[in-house]
């Protein structure tokens, strides 16, 4: 499947991005509505980068790159029509890209739920390093996962030589 991948901050593509957010899981477990779903993607410090086939939005991801987590890939979603088709790995590698340029590190959280989205997260190469009981919702724990190319400390060192 071709797609591109761009950064957006248009507002109705934001808006798409929310609706189909709201009508996926992990949301629809989670009990995120449509507002919640569009407060997420707005913010100082997020990017948003949209999948698209022609016109048609196949997926997005959202970061978050500052913070005590800078580098936190706080959202993914593919519409289940778009599913298996290598779309979330592109959006994935692509964030990775963008937060190796600032941080060693990249964070997410993935709901102990969502087997299927934890199992692509840990082929990409991320660990489990912690539980968070009722994060997103009474009853619901979410896994802390983490993808590293080194230290903070080695980081800012080969930074400051660059």
């Not at 009990?31 to 022609?54: H, T």
């Not at 978050?64 to 778009?82: L, N, T």
């Amino acid at each position: 499947m071709s797609f591109t991948i761009e950064a957006t901050t248009e507002k109705l593509i934001l808006a798409e991005c929310a609706e189909m957010m709201s009508k996926t899981e992990p949301w629809i477990t989670l009990q995120r509505d449509l507002a919640g779903c569009m407060e997420a993607m707005l913010g100082n410090y997020k990017e948003v980068y949209v999948a698209r086939r022609n016109r048609e939005l196949l997926g997005f991801i959202v970061l978050q790159m500052q913070g005590a987590f800078k580098g936190y890939i706080q959202s993914v979603c593919v519409s289940p029509d778009a599913q298996g088709a290598g779309v979330g790995t592109s959006l994935i590698q692509f964030a990775e890209k963008r937060i190796f340029l600032v941080s060693p590190n990249v964070f997410m959280l993935v709901s102990a739920f969502n087997t299927k989205a934890a199992d692509l997260y840990f082929r990409l190469g991320y660990e489990k390093i912690g539980t968070l009981k009722n994060y997103a919702a009474d009853g619901f724990d979410e896994f802390l996962l983490r993808k590293t190319i080194g230290s903070l400390k080695n980081f800012l060192k080969n930074q400051l030589y660059r």
